[in-house]
């Protein structure tokens, strides 16, 4: 069971959709209480910007993008709320001294904007007009030559404008908009950059590195929805569709056969976010790239890139707004001051206590039903008496015995009494998508069951209530909470 429920319907701004394969509906104080892949991946950056007195670069060479995309990722997981207010004090002392970089300035505005602070008056500087003046009279913002990151610099000049509040109607959006918008190539995706619109792009070519790329879509795509527009959406899907990976996730070129890497999954999950679409197995993908338990201890919840297995500070502060559901740009927030690390020295296996068999009597625990039809077995129901500090808690005192995973530990309940075996399941990562423990509730006087939006290790079911697992893809228990109740 991942600590992001799988779920089955999509639900608000920040739902991930039926068969996304973890995630579930995640606010920024919701993520703060849970042990989840997003929180990790902050919890790691909140330790190198503590370390790194508030920022990920060295003192001779300060990081000030990478800085500011970790602030966005702390606000997007809603923890480290004292590494976030060291990297903006960082930043905001930085403000005064950037350069006329679009995206630079962009990310700053989106990271001041995220913690509550007026890029109008940040560190003695208006970011919001420093960043219009960049605007060249075409609507592309930045002087630079835009070969390699025309319409992905755009999306992050328009996300922050909008994070600052700047109207549709003003003229400086208005110009930018309608210069991605051009971009667009006729399949529905961009590339960096088309120096005559008139001319289609060509298809995407692995092998000239030319072609529409997964990374300017998602960063267009971002900023045309935050205003309320996405040109070509069908065909942005369905391009994207055509262009995912065998392991679910997506490579930079939008061409079939491409391997998957963090930041362009990442993109892409936002990408497909903000046009409407569903993620699928990006997600698990995406959380194939982390570090965890089987990681040296300073490295865990950082991802990595393809081809080296250390943190990498890009893909990492790339990968956690993604994972936590969330597009740019981000409304203010104030994050927890949880730092979460991934807990790897509980035993994967835990004797059980003996519970009682049935139901709970009213309020006194707790009753745990757990449903083996899948492996030819029975629906069976035990009493874990008295409050339960959290689901797996309640699993364990009830009688039934979990495990985790090799990487996760029990953040991710992977068996209940050695189901699914190894054959089906190794439990080294996360449970497939078609094949895990889907985890419900049902309150006193609930007749029917409702999907966690919580994973197990961070839920605490109130007394009275019924707990129940299934296994399968979105598999629901044989019996009703009255059933369960009754002693059926």
Same mark, same amino acid.
């Given at each position: 069971?991942?600590?992001?429920?799988?779920?089955?319907?999509?639900?608000?701004?920040?739902?991930?959709?039926?068969?996304?394969?973890?995630?579930?509906?995640?606010?920024?104080?919701?993520?703060?209480?849970?042990?989840?892949?997003?929180?990790?991946?902050?919890?790691?950056?909140?330790?190198?910007?503590?370390?790194?007195?508030?920022?990920?670069?060295?003192?001779?060479?300060?990081?000030?993008?990478?800085?500011?995309?970790?602030?966005?990722?702390?606000?997007?997981?809603?923890?480290?709320?004292?590494?976030?207010?060291?990297?903006?004090?960082?930043?905001? /002392?930085?403000?005064?001294?950037?350069?006329?970089?679009?995206?630079?300035?962009?990310?700053?505005?989106?990271?001041?904007?995220? =913690?509550?602070?007026?890029?109008?008056?940040?560190?003695?500087?208006?970011?919001?007009?420093?960043?219009?003046?960049?605007?060249?009279?075409?609507?592309?913002?930045?002087?630079?030559?835009?070969?390699?990151?025309? =319409?992905?610099?755009?999306?992050? /000049?328009?996300?922050?404008?909008?994070?600052?509040?700047?109207?549709?109607?003003?003229?400086?959006?208005?110009?930018?908009?309608?210069?991605?918008?051009?971009?667009?190539?006729?399949?529905?995706?961009?590339?960096?950059?088309?120096?005559?619109?008139?001319?289609?792009?060509?298809?995407?070519?692995?092998?000239?590195?030319?072609?529409?790329?997964?990374?300017?879509?998602?960063?267009?795509?971002?900023?045309?929805?935050?205003?309320?527009?996405?040109?070509?959406?069908?065909?942005?899907?369905?391009?994207?569709?055509?262009?995912?990976?065998?392991?679910?996730?997506?490579?930079?070129?939008?061409?079939?056969?491409?391997?998957?890497?963090?930041?362009?999954?990442?993109?892409?999950?936002?990408?497909?976010?903000?046009?409407?679409?569903?993620?699928?197995?990006?997600?698990?993908?995406?959380?194939?790239?982390?570090?965890?338990?089987?990681?040296?201890?300073?490295?865990?919840? =950082?991802?990595?890139?393809?081809?080296?297995?250390?943190?990498?500070?890009?893909?990492?502060?790339?990968?956690?707004?993604?994972?936590?559901?969330?597009?740019?740009?981000?409304?203010?927030?104030?994050?927890?001051?949880?730092?979460?690390?991934?807990?790897?020295?509980?035993?994967?296996?835990?004797?059980?206590?003996?519970? *009682?068999?049935?139901?709970?009597?009213?309020?006194?625990?707790?009753?745990?039903?757990?449903?083996?039809?899948?492996?030819?077995?029975?629906?069976?129901?035990?009493?874990?008496?008295?409050?339960?500090?959290?689901?797996? *808690?309640?699993?364990?005192?009830?009688?039934? *015995?979990?495990?985790?995973?090799?990487?996760?530990?029990?953040?991710?309940?992977?068996?209940?009494?050695?189901?699914?075996?190894?054959?089906?399941?190794?439990?080294?990562?996360?449970?497939?998508?078609?094949?895990?423990?889907?985890?419900?509730?049902?309150?006193?006087?609930?007749?029917?069951?409702?999907?966690?939006?919580?994973?197990?290790?961070?839920?605490?079911?109130?007394?009275?209530?019924?707990?129940?697992?299934?296994?399968?893809?979105?598999?629901?228990?044989?019996?009703?909470?009255?059933?369960?109740?009754?002693?059926?």
């Amino acid at each position: 069971m991942s600590p992001f429920p799988r779920v089955r319907k999509r639900s608000g701004l920040l739902a991930l959709a039926a068969a996304i394969g973890l995630s579930g509906v995640l606010t920024p104080a919701a993520a703060a209480e849970a042990a989840t892949p997003a929180g990790y991946g902050a919890g790691y950056l909140a330790g190198r910007l503590t370390a790194g007195g508030g920022q990920l670069g060295t003192p001779e060479q300060p990081d000030v993008t990478n800085t500011a995309y970790a602030v966005l990722a702390l606000h997007s997981a809603g923890v480290g709320r004292a590494a976030s207010a060291d990297a903006v004090r960082f930043l905001a /002392a930085q403000a005064g001294g950037l350069d006329d970089n679009p995206g630079r300035i962009g990310y700053v505005i989106l990271a001041a904007v995220a =913690a509550g602070k007026d890029p109008r008056r940040f560190g003695g500087t208006d970011l919001v007009a420093r960043l219009t003046a960049t605007q060249q009279p075409s609507g592309l913002f930045g002087a630079a030559a835009p070969t390699f990151d025309g =319409a992905f610099r755009q999306g992050i /000049a328009l996300t922050a404008l909008k994070a600052a509040r700047v109207p549709r109607s003003d003229a400086a959006v208005s110009r930018g908009l309608a210069w991605l918008t051009a971009q667009q190539c006729a399949n529905g995706l961009w590339q960096a950059y088309r120096a005559d619109t008139a001319v289609a792009c060509p298809e995407a070519d692995p092998a000239t590195f030319r072609g529409p790329d997964t990374n300017s879509t998602g960063m267009a795509t971002q900023a045309l929805a935050a205003y309320g527009e996405r040109p070509g959406r069908q065909r942005t899907l369905a391009s994207l569709e055509a262009v995912r990976a065998a392991d679910g996730g997506f490579g930079f070129l939008a061409a079939p056969g491409q391997s998957s890497d963090p930041n362009s999954t990442a993109l892409t999950i936002q990408a497909l976010l903000a046009y409407g679409g569903t993620p699928g197995r990006a997600v698990a993908a995406l959380t194939g790239f982390q570090l965890g338990c089987t990681d040296p201890a300073e490295h865990r919840g =950082a991802f990595f890139y393809p081809g080296s297995r250390a943190p990498n500070v890009i893909a990492t502060v790339q990968a956690v707004p993604a994972l936590a559901g969330r597009t740019l740009p981000l409304a203010p927030s104030v994050p927890a001051t949880r730092v979460p690390v991934p807990d790897c020295s509980a035993p994967q296996t835990v004797a059980a206590r003996a519970g *009682t068999p049935g139901p709970c009597a009213g309020t006194s625990g707790v009753t745990v039903t757990v449903d083996f039809a899948a492996f030819g077995g029975t629906q069976e129901t035990r009493c874990a008496a008295g409050s339960q500090a959290n689901g797996v *808690t309640a699993l364990r005192n009830a009688g039934f *015995t979990p495990e985790g995973t090799a990487r996760w530990g029990l953040a991710f309940v992977c068996r209940i009494d050695s189901k699914p075996g190894p054959a089906q399941d190794p439990c080294v990562d996360t449970p497939p998508a078609n094949a895990y423990w889907a985890y419900y509730h049902a309150n006193q006087g609930a007749t029917t069951w409702t999907y966690s939006s919580q994973g197990a290790s961070t839920y605490v079911p109130p007394l009275g209530s019924i707990e129940a697992w299934a296994f399968g893809n979105s598999a629901t228990p044989t019996k009703t909470p009255a059933q369960v109740r009754a002693g059926g």
